[in-house]
């Protein structure tokens, strides 16, 4: 019953016919575009570790959410970088009203695009130790920092963000953001919670883009070891039944089997980050021409597609919505 009855090259030799049988397509409806917003005006400062990426102005930052819109995007995930001035112990400038994220998502509001602001929901850009929470001595106190996750996701919404994301993983945050949010009349407003986040190597040029390395000690007593997946069940079970809307994995292309356990085993809206160290890793080889940057780009993110991920975040959103066409 084999060869010769059994051709499977019959379906691959017509692009036509390839299209036709393809099983999985990737969309700019599935990207979500991850952006640094600095203070400033004008201002759009290169990324050295992350070839093409920029810190943003608010000014500008609005600029490049209306060149991702024109794309076809229908997400951007907004990253704030405070002045080191403004920084303290317990990241209080995380949820002023007038913070450097709250000021970004009333621009991007008041330029009426057709986006959803999504915001990073996390302390560690905002304390002058680096650290995700309240430190005590070497530690990272978990229920101190629920608070602040809490007051920080609900100054993100006042300023019209459509979604909070928290990327701390202190246990419970998901839990207090969710009651926070209904207790001020926000109970529509969704949480993507970066569920299976993993003690990465991966996040290097992020730490330089936003001055966020830990000043001593690493994220390793609350982000998770690269060598679990069981856990990472776990941990997306707690966040699904603390009222997370949409779960996600971190990063990607490592954590490939993660994002298929989860997609079978939950059957909920699944996000992967593909990170900055994996952006890094794709436009470090293309521009030293080991390899082709679009061909890259689009087997990588659609074999995040393959596994599972409904969503992708990646610093090549707009580069790949050139390429796949949007509207
Ligand atoms: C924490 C946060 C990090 C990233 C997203 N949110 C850094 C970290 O945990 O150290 C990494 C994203 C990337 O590498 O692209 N606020």
Not at 135 to 163: C, F, K, M, T, W
């Amino acid at each position: 019953m084999t060869f010769p009855t059994h051709r499977p090259r019959r379906l691959r030799e017509s692009g036509l016919l390839r299209d036709l049988v393809r099983e999985t397509r990737l969309s700019v409806d599935d990207l979500i575009y991850p952006l640094f917003v600095a203070e400033g005006q004008g201002v759009r400062d290169p990324i050295a570790t992350l070839p093409g990426q920029y810190r943003y102005s608010v000014d500008t930052l609005v600029t490049e959410c209306r060149r991702a819109a024109d794309l076809g995007l229908k997400a951007v995930l907004l990253f704030g970088i405070p002045d080191d001035g403004d920084k303290d112990a317990t990241g209080t400038c995380a949820w002023a009203a007038d913070g450097i994220v709250q000021r970004a998502i009333r621009a991007i509001k008041e330029a009426d695009l057709p986006l959803c602001v999504m915001t990073d929901v996390c302390l560690c850009e905002y304390t002058s130790h680096g650290h995700c929470g309240v430190v005590q001595g070497q530690r990272i106190l978990n229920d101190p920092s629920l608070p602040l996750y809490a007051r920080q996701a609900l100054s993100h919404v006042e300023a019209g963000a459509d979604l909070v994301a928290p990327s701390d993983m202190m246990d419970g945050r998901v839990g207090a953001i969710r009651a926070a949010l209904d207790g001020a009349g926000h109970e529509h407003v969704p949480i993507m919670a970066y569920s299976a986040k993993y003690a990465s190597a991966f996040y290097g040029p992020f730490r330089d883009a936003a001055g966020s390395a830990p000043s001593f000690g690493d994220r390793r007593s609350h982000q998770m070891d690269p060598a679990n997946g069981d856990e990472a069940l776990r941990e997306v079970a707690l966040d699904l039944e603390e009222g997370a809307d949409i779960v996600m994995v971190k990063p990607a292309l490592p954590y490939l089997d993660i994002v298929w356990r989860v997609k079978q085993r939950f059957g909920v809206p699944v996000a992967a980050y593909h990170v900055s160290g994996e952006y890094a890793m794709i436009e470090f080889a293309a521009r030293a021409n080991a390899g082709d940057r679009e061909r890259l780009v689009l087997e990588t993110l659609g074999s995040i597609r393959r596994a599972g991920a409904d969503l992708i975040l990646t610093y090549h959103a707009p580069f790949a919505a050139e390429r796949l066409g949007g509207r």
